[in-house]
Every structure is written in structure tokens, then in C-alpha cells.
């Protein structure tokens, strides 16, 4: 019986993709490039094809982009030795020459595959006109910018198989499948000279060039890119948390988001690289500072690797970056930090509030006395008609209420005892805890979490959602997930070697 799988929509470069991509062809040139538009995220990821509509506004970037980038490729002599492999290009006939070389070696890079005739045709036309029109430099700054702002380098084109049952995918296909998977970038030249090999078919050549993907650090991008996004890891840099009030945190600037955020994918990159599980990540104390996350942590100042304190943190839900991404300037939001874990964590998608529901931060009343933000909280919440959600969520975000709204620890609040209990729903970890470290421990051995991570990854690794014939799919790269301890670089060689991943439907067209 054949496999199913599921569409192979056209893909284009994210902005994190095709910035890797060109830093990586270029890793000798430097370009000041204008912002590209942000991208919209779908299921929490910035890869997904669906949200992937080009603009007016990013069109006219990428031609900018591409204009500089190339201008700056070529601005010694000895760059464009290195980008056209000439030495010397100094009468009409060298130039054609190495032009015509120009073409097909660096076409083969920047679109990932071999140059078609046709290609070859337009783009030797091009430069013969531009070399005479101005100079050799010339005409290779202006055929490498058409390069760079054509469609076979910003989007991921797959040709479709032969018609019948579903095949592998081409050669170079999936070659730009397993680097943008495990790099965000570009083939190297040993994934091109595999696929120009036709070696990248069967599960034994293709768990060799994951393997070798993932010891390279470039790897780290796609572990810190999923988690980042998964698990809203840089939401501390919006513009909303750009300051804290002067009662949370009176030391607090921009500068402190962007520690915070650096000490959480220093975090994620060596957590994953050391250990590599999902565990680790919830339950590990390491931490690599600076001056300014080690302030937030309430340490001396440091440099480099520590761990913090045994009775205070416990994996990326105490992390600063979390814990202030998910709080108000002058107060913590525990329906705000239980909807994150809840969605992200054990993807559980919450129902939306009534209409008309008061929505901002309670506040203590005059004459009222001294409250805890999670006294508001319960008053605020305590109608049956919010109890439906909030039952949930207030369970989950009570328990880091030891973290204020800049994510440091306290024990007390306007002189109360903090109450850190919560309680865990719909888990296979239900019950009553006291405080993150155990919420932590609780959702690390939970196979809720561990199921929505395999899913989640395989999402983002697809660039959609399975779809229902793929469910079985699903459901074994899931329960191999479950069987390796969370072993997330054994699920990335899991997925790569899938049949969801490897295949695709003849009938498709790029």
C-alpha cells in the first residue's frame, strides 16, 4: 500500500531563511541591508506557506537587497575572483568566457540546483549586454542582483514526479529540504555534490547527511528558531516591554530585554546541544550571563556559564525571557502566563472570553487594604461565567507567581505571602503543585507535552499541518519521540526520514 502523504505547497524564504541564506553564500561580504516586513506567523511559526503572500513593500525590498548585497560582492578585485573563480578576465573573449562559468557556478549555489538551458540562455544574454554596456565587474554585479531577486532563490520550487503513486522527491529538492530544516539556510557543496550523486534516497544516505547537519553549529538556528517561536521566547522584545514600572523593576530598559532574551537562546542552543531533550529544557538550571541578565537573576555580576539557584529556577518557564514576555510593565498576568503554557506547552486552545468582559489588569480598590496580585486576580475571576476558562488558566499561571512581572524571584508581594499552588487540568499530570519548580518536574515526565512537541515539530518541519492522512505518520514519529526520552535531535533524523518528508504527490506543481 502506498504512503500517504500530504501537499508540498511552493515555499518561500522567511526572513530568517534568506538572510541565512545569503550570510552563508556570502559569508565574506558586508552589506547594511533595509528590514524586511515582518512575517506572519501561522500556528506560531514564521515558515508556514499559508502566510507566505508576497507585498509590494517586501518585493521592492528584496530588489533592494539583492542590489546592495551584490554591489558589495564585488567591490575588490579580489571578491570577484573569488565569486567568479577567474583570474583574469581582461580581454572580451576571457570575459565571455568566464562569465559563462560565472553563470553556471554560481547559479547552481544561489538556485540549488543546476541551471537550466533556458536559464543559462537569458542570463549569458543579460551579461553579454551589461559587459558591453559597461565592464566585466559590471556585468557580474548586475547578473548576480537578478540572481538574488529571482523566484528560484526566494522561493523553494519542486518539480513534481512522474504521474502515479507518490515519489521522492527530486535530488536537489531535498537537498534544500534537509538544509532549511536543520540549517534555515542553503545546501552546502556536499549536500549539492550528494544530490548531483543521486545520494540522497535511501534512509541510510539520508540519516548520514542528517547526522552531519546537526554536529555542524549552524543546527542551532533551527533549534533556537522552533523554540523561540513555539514557545514565544522573544516576546519579551515587543515594544510593550520595553520598560517596567519603577515598583517592578526600576533598573529596567530595553537593554534588559534584549539580556534577557540573548541569556535564553545561549539557554536553548547549549541545553540543546549538551543534553537535547525535551526534559532538559523544562527542568535544566544552567545559564550562560552577562552584567545585565545577572541582575535579573538577582546574581553578582558574571560571565559566563552558572547555575542558578536549586530553590529559584528549573528550565525555560522561570527564564526572565518567558517570564517577562508574559507579564504587564507594572504586574504579572497569570491568565496571560497560564494560556501560554496551556497553548504552547500542552496544546490546549483556550476559548475566548465573553463579550464585553473587562480585560485589563485588576487593581486594588482605595481603602481596600493590601492585596496580592493573585487576590485581584481570584476576585476578578470568581463569576461561574469565567470560571469556565479561567479555572484552567489561573491554575496553571498561579504557579509562577514567584516571578515578577521582570521575572525576578520574590516571596512576598506589598508584604503578603506569595501563594504559588496551582493546579494541572486535562493533562495526564493532573493535580495540585506548589510553585514552577514542580509545575516544571510535572509537564517534563507529562506525554501531553512531549506529544504536543512532536507535533509542533513536525509542523514546522513541513512548513503546514498533517493532514488527517497523515495521522499515522504523525502518531509514529510521536510515540518514537515518546520512546527516546524526548530526544529532539533523534526526532529531527525521525522526520527527515519520514515518508511525509521524502515524498511528495507527482501530481503537484511548484
Known amino acids: 500500500m502506498p504512503e500517504a502523504v500530504g501537499p508540498a505547497p511552493l515555499r518561500r524564504l522567511s526572513n530568517g531563511e534568506y538572510l541565512h541564506t545569503l550570510s552563508d553564500l556570502f559569508p565574506d561580504v558586508a552589506a547594511t541591508l533595509p528590514?524586511?516586513?515582518?512575517?506572519?506567523?501561522?500556528?506560531?511559526?514564521?515558515?508556514?506557506?499559508?502566510?507566505?503572500?508576497?507585498?509590494?513593500?517586501?518585493?521592492?525590498?528584496?530588489?533592494?537587497?539583492?542590489?546592495?548585497?551584490?554591489?558589495?560582492?564585488?567591490?575588490?578585485?579580489?571578491?570577484?575572483?573569488t565569486l567568479t573563480g577567474c583570474e583574469d578576465w581582461?580581454?572580451?573573449?576571457?570575459?565571455?568566457?568566464?562569465?559563462?562559468?560565472?553563470?553556471?557556478?554560481?547559479?547552481?549555489?544561489?538556485?540549488?540546483?543546476?541551471?537550466?538551458?533556458?536559464?543559462?540562455?537569458?542570463?549569458?544574454?543579460a551579461f553579454g549586454r551589461w559587459l558591453g554596456a559597461l565592464d566585466f565587474e559590471g556585468a557580474v554585479q548586475l547578473t548576480l542582483t537578478a540572481m538574488l531577486q529571482?523566484?528560484?532563490?526566494?522561493?523553494?520550487?519542486?518539480?513534481p514526479g512522474p504521474p502515479g503513486e507518490p515519489t521522492p522527491v527530486e535530488p536537489y529538492a531535498m537537498a534544500?529540504?534537509?538544509?532549511?530544516?536543520?540549517?534555515?539556510?542553503?545546501?552546502?557543496?556536499?549536500?549539492?555534490?550528494?544530490?548531483?550523486?543521486?545520494?540522497?534516497?535511501?534512509?541510510?544516505?539520508?540519516?548520514?547527511?542528517?547526522?552531519?547537519?546537526?554536529?555542524?553549529?549552524?543546527?542551532?538556528?533551527?533549534?533556537?528558531s522552533f523554540h523561540r517561536q513555539w514557545l514565544g521566547l522573544e516576546r519579551v522584545l515587543d515594544d510593550e516591554h520595553t520598560q517596567r514600572t519603577a515598583e517592578v523593576d526600576p533598573g529596567w530598559t530595553p537593554a534588559s530585554a534584549q539580556a534577557a532574551a540573548r541569556e535564553t537562546q545561549r539557554f536553548v542552543e547549549e541545553t540543546m546541544a549538551l543534553d537535547g531533550t525535551l526534559s532538559a529544557l523544562l527542568l535544566s538550571r544552567s545559564?550562560?550571563?552577562?552584567?545585565?541578565?545577572?541582575?535579573?537573576?538577582?546574581?553578582?555580576?558574571?560571565s559566563g556559564a552558572v547555575?542558578?539557584?536549586?530553590?529559584?529556577?528549573?528550565?525555560?518557564?522561570?527564564?526572565?525571557?518567558?517570564?517577562?514576555?508574559?507579564?504587564?510593565?507594572?504586574?504579572?498576568?497569570?491568565?496571560?502566563?497560564?494560556?501560554?503554557?496551556?497553548?504552547?506547552?500542552?496544546?490546549?486552545?483556550?476559548?475566548?472570553?465573553?463579550?464585553?468582559?473587562?480585560?485589563?489588569?485588576?487593581?486594588?480598590?482605595?481603602?481596600?487594604?493590601?492585596?496580592?496580585?493573585?487576590?485581584?486576580?481570584?476576585?476578578?475571576?470568581?463569576?461561574?461565567?469565567?470560571?469556565?476558562?479561567?479555572?484552567?488558566?489561573?491554575?496553571?499561571?498561579?504557579?509562577?507567581e514567584h516571578y515578577?512581572?521582570?521575572?525576578?524571584?520574590?516571596?512576598?508581594?506589598?508584604?503578603?505571602?506569595?501563594?504559588?499552588?496551582?493546579?494541572?487540568?486535562?493533562?495526564?499530570?493532573?493535580?495540585?503543585?506548589?510553585?514552577?519548580?514542580?509545575?516544571?518536574?510535572?509537564?517534563?515526565?507529562s506525554t501531553v507535552v512531549q506529544r504536543c512537541a512532536a507535533e509542533q515539530w513536525v509542523r514546522y518541519a513541513l512548513g503546514r499541518a498533517p493532514v488527517a492522512v497523515e495521522g499515522p505518520q504523525v502518531e509514529l514519529l510521536t510515540q518514537r519521540f515518546l520512546d527516546s526520552g524526548g530526544d529532539v535531535r533523534a526526532l529531527l533524523t525521525d522526520i527527515a526520514l519520514s515518508p511525509t518528508f521524502r515524498l511528495r504527490h507527482a501530481e503537484a506543481t511548484p
Open 35 to 81: 528590514p524586511l516586513p515582518a512575517d506572519l506567523g501561522v500556528g506560531f511559526f514564521d515558515n508556514e506557506a499559508q502566510a507566505q503572500e508576497p507585498s509590494d513593500v517586501r518585493i521592492a525590498r528584496f530588489e533592494t537587497i539583492a542590489a546592495l548585497h551584490a554591489q558589495a560582492a564585488v567591490a575588490t578585485l579580489a571578491q570577484v575572483r
Open 404 to 445: 515578577g512581572a521582570a521575572g525576578a524571584y520574590q516571596v512576598q508581594e506589598r508584604g503578603l505571602p506569595i501563594d504559588a499552588r496551582g493546579v494541572l487540568r486535562r493533562t495526564d499530570v493532573d493535580g495540585p503543585f506548589d510553585g514552577a519548580l514542580e509545575l516544571s518536574q510535572r509537564l517534563a515526565r
Open 307 to 400: 547555575e542558578l539557584p536549586a530553590t529559584e529556577r528549573a528550565g525555560v518557564l522561570t527564564r526572565v525571557a518567558f517570564l517577562a514576555g508574559t507579564s504587564h510593565r507594572g504586574a504579572t498576568s497569570p491568565p496571560i502566563r497560564g494560556n501560554a503554557i496551556a497553548l504552547r506547552l500542552l496544546c490546549q486552545l483556550p476559548n475566548p472570553p465573553p463579550p464585553g468582559v473587562d480585560l485589563s489588569p485588576p487593581k486594588e480598590q482605595p481603602g481596600g487594604g493590601p492585596k496580592t496580585n493573585r487576590t485581584l486576580f481570584e476576585e476578578r475571576t470568581a463569576p461561574p461565567t469565567c470560571q469556565g476558562c479561567h479555572a484552567s488558566l489561573n491554575g496553571l499561571g498561579f504557579g509562577l
Open 176 to 224: 534544500s529540504r534537509l538544509s532549511y530544516l536543520l540549517w534555515e539556510s542553503a545546501p552546502d557543496q556536499t549536500l549539492l555534490d550528494a544530490a548531483q550523486a543521486d545520494a540522497l534516497r535511501t534512509p541510510e544516505q539520508l540519516r548520514t547527511q542528517v547526522t552531519r547537519l546537526l554536529a555542524d553549529p549552524r543546527a542551532r538556528r533551527t533549534l533556537w
Open 150 to 159: 529571482s523566484p528560484q532563490f526566494l522561493y523553494r520550487v519542486e518539480l
Open 287 to 302: 545559564a550562560w550571563l552577562d552584567d545585565e541578565s545577572a541582575r535579573l537573576y538577582g546574581l553578582s555580576a558574571v
Open 90 to 125: 581582461f580581454t572580451p573573449a576571457l570575459a565571455t568566457a568566464c562569465g559563462e562559468r560565472f553563470i553556471d557556478g554560481e547559479g547552481m549555489r544561489v538556485f540549488r540546483r543546476p541551471v537550466t538551458a533556458e536559464e543559462h540562455a537569458r542570463l549569458s544574454a
